[in-house]
């Protein structure tokens, strides 16, 4: 039996999670050890198939078997012919180890799948299929650690789509759930792929930019921005716009949460004067020409 990829991915994204864990605490502790082992034998296990392990299983008894009914032959009983005795050692595992494997084997087969699904569920918002808050915290810890350390930029991008509250009001839940699934779809194809793009919490989205200075995650919020301002949504004939706070790590020693903080401080500023816009941390780096820095009409 082959496993699925879905089954390959949900695994390694297991492993993923277990690295990420013993980076981050400094590579110390029993725990953390014993959770990579488990991740590494849960990959290791799905990739290569039940029926080949089982045949990798039985062989290794059959060469024990006859290796230790020989070494027993000639040390204690020299004098009795060893022919009989290997033949009998080498069929016996053949016939006892294939069912006990394989028994053995399905049931880490299942636990494997469903410790990976655990972990995909964990990391996953149901509605759009990216990654939550838990998620996002634990791939920007490492990846600004990775930054501070090489001395390379990074930055944070904090969404929000505009009057939503006003959206679910006046086109039902259904519609206002369409319009989420719709903005991270289209903020999705639109990120570069080492990004990190997550749903933060109701109708907001998070994105950090690995090796991008604010200029350069400025552009893309913009593009963002524009490309959710053009893009239909079914039922909502006035679409959606959604404003953007961009902040960047300043310093090595600036923390993930102060990052985000800065973020969320210039998302309030874009609403705030106005919405469907984007607010950089620093307005020196706003984009030359750019509506980013146009206000919007008021509601």
Not at 85 to 110: E, G, K
Request: net charge positive; charged share 20%.
């Amino acid at each position: 039996m082959r496993p699925s990829i879905g089954s390959l991915a949900r695994c390694k994204k297991f492993r993923k999670m277990c690295w990420l864990k013993m980076v981050e605490a400094g590579g110390h502790g029993i725990g953390f050890g014993r959770l990579d082992l488990q991740a590494r034998l849960n990959a290791w296990l799905l990739r290569v198939g039940k029926w080949r392990v089982v045949a990798a299983i039985t062989m290794l008894c059959v060469v024990a078997s006859v290796l230790m009914t020989w070494f027993a032959n000639a040390v204690f009983m020299p004098h009795v012919p060893v022919e009989e005795r290997l033949y009998i050692s080498a069929v016996a595992p053949l016939i006892i180890a294939p069912p006990i494997s394989a028994a053995v084997l399905s049931l880490l087969y299942q636990l494997a799948e469903a410790r990976a699904a655990l972990v995909t569920m964990s990391e996953t918002d149901p509605l759009t299929g990216v990654g939550n808050r838990r998620y996002f915290l634990e791939r920007a810890r490492l990846a600004l650690a990775e930054s501070a350390a090489n001395g390379k930029s990074a930055s944070i991008i904090l969404l929000d789509i505009d009057k939503f509250k006003r959206l679910n009001d006046s086109y039902g839940h259904a519609l206002g759930d369409e319009a989420i699934m719709v903005v991270a779809n289209v903020c999705r194809q639109g990120l570069r792929a080492g990004d990190v793009f997550c749903r933060w919490g109701g109708e907001e989205f998070i994105v950090l930019l690995p090796a991008a200075g604010l200029r350069a995650a400025c552009g893309l919020a913009e593009r963002l921005r524009a490309s959710v301002a053009a893009t239909a949504i079914k039922g909502v004939p006035e679409g959606v716009t959604i404003s953007l706070g961009v902040a960047e790590l300043r310093s090595g020693t600036e923390t993930l949460d102060q990052m985000i903080a800065n973020a969320d401080r210039q998302l309030y500023l874009a609403k705030d004067l106005g919405r469907n816009r984007v607010e950089p941390m620093d307005p020196a780096w706003a984009l030359e020409g750019s509506n980013a820095r146009i206000r919007s009409p008021e509601d």
